[in-house]
């Protein structure tokens, strides 16, 4: 079972915190890697945060091909962030050669974009580092978008920590979010694409557990999005289905629960909305999942969700305090990090509500 959790902070926190929270969690998985993905950057990105942030990890030829494609279309790189490992011995990671973290400006041409079309050209480019990338095995891209940084690496999750001076709390990385994964799958190879969390145009989400409707999801997916590839993992099909429902349809957020699990037909009938919902089924009958999943996602508006499956097989709970909200597949996770909370006040989430957590760090149940 993978371990799962996120945070939504008022005040910029340190990726030391996301680790506190994940670590007590580790009993039973086999510490196949770390991965996170930080939005809303304080720290060294601070003067940044409208610019697209590139997220990798490569080659030194892979590192040659990125710079050589970006400056062939124009992208300005401003800002900076390679670094120093930690390479002392003993350390369990399988280190690639370089990671790094830069700022570019638009391109020029960028100017006279509406906003769709600046969010499709950093899609597109991402896109294609990927496909350059992969072509020579040079290196892995995660994200390219304003205000947000992606690292994945295989590993112990402490030591990946050591190695990237996560521990220091020394300033340079901090965010106001944060999702976070300690395991990568099992039904699948261990590769850095497969880490969750998975990021789609401004779409956070790593998820708790399996989706035994992937190959229906997959298929159908395909035919979506140029953004929906890969497939490494089953659990980005609910990130596709997530940015499809929000980004693509223009839905409200509260029906992506009834597409991904959608009511039995007797419940439907005796809803005023039955018709929306009956053609929700009838038309996206192929995004529905299965399985036991937890599922935490951010939107591009920095709210943060979770949700479960429909018979609500694997656990999830959600904490607070005054200044912070995390999400937690274990409850010993908040345990670690908000120890004087109030418990009673703990949200476990059930199989027919979605859990927003908005900017001001209100907490909403919204009922399928």
């Known amino acids: 079972m993978c371990r799962i959790g996120s945070i939504k902070s008022k005040v910029p926190i340190q990726p030391s915190k996301a680790l506190h929270l994940m670590l007590p969690q580790q009993e039973g998985h086999d510490n196949s890697g770390f991965a996170m993905v930080m939005q809303d950057l304080y720290g060294i990105f601070s003067n940044y945060k409208d610019k697209p942030l590139l997220s990798l990890a490569c080659t030194q030829r892979g590192a040659q091909l990125v710079e050589e494609y970006m400056d062939t279309h124009n992208f300005v790189q401003l800002a900076e962030w390679i670094p120093v490992p930690d390479k002392q011995p003993g350390l369990d990671i399988q280190a690639m050669p370089y990671y790094i ?13 509406t906003k769709e079309q600046k969010e499709d050209l950093l899609l597109d480019t991402r896109l294609a580092l990927r496909k350059i990338l992969e072509e020579e095995n040079a290196g892995y891209v995660y994200s390219f978008w304003p205000d947000v940084l992606t690292l994945k690496e295989i590993g112990d999750p402490r ?19 944060i999702v976070a994964q300690c395991r990568q799958n099992t039904n699948y190879d261990i590769v850095r694409y497969a880490a969750h969390p998975f990021f789609l145009q401004g779409y956070t989400l790593c998820a708790n557990g399996e989706n035994t ?18 497939f490494e993992s089953d659990s980005q099909c609910f ?3 997530l940015h499809y429902v929000h980004h693509e349809l ?3 957020l509260t029906y992506y629960k009834h597409v991904i699990t959608p009511l039995p037909f007797e419940e439907i009938a005796e809803r005023p909305d039955k018709d929306v919902l009956i053609a929700i089924r009838q038309s996206l009958a192929n995004l529905e999942i299965n399985g036991p999943n937890t599922i935490i996602g951010v939107l591009p508006d920095k709210k ?12 999830v709970v959600v904490g607070r305090t005054d200044d912070m909200v995390a999400i937690s597949s274990e409850v010993c996770g908040l345990n670690e990090i908000m120890p004087d909370r109030d418990q009673t006040k703990d949200i476990y989430p059930n199989e027919r509500e979605i859990v ?3 900017n001001d760090l209100e907490v909403q149940r919204w009922k399928q």
């Not at 920590?161 to 106001?176: E, I, Q, R, S």
């Open 101 to 113: 973290f830069r700022n570019y400006d638009y391109p020029e041409d960028a100017e006279h974009m």
């Open 159 to 177: 030591d990946i920590a050591t190695y990237f001076h996560l521990w220091d709390d020394n300033g340079c990385l901090v965010a106001k979010s």
């Open 213 to 230: 409707f992937y190959t229906k999801n997959k298929e159908f997916q395909k035919s979506l999005h140029r953004g929906y590839i890969g």
């Open 239 to 241: 990130l596709n289905t």
């Open 250 to 252: 223009k839905w409200p």
């Open 304 to 315: 943060m969700i979770t949700c479960c499956d429909s018979k609500k097989l694997r656990p």
């Open 356 to 358: 927003v957590i908005d």
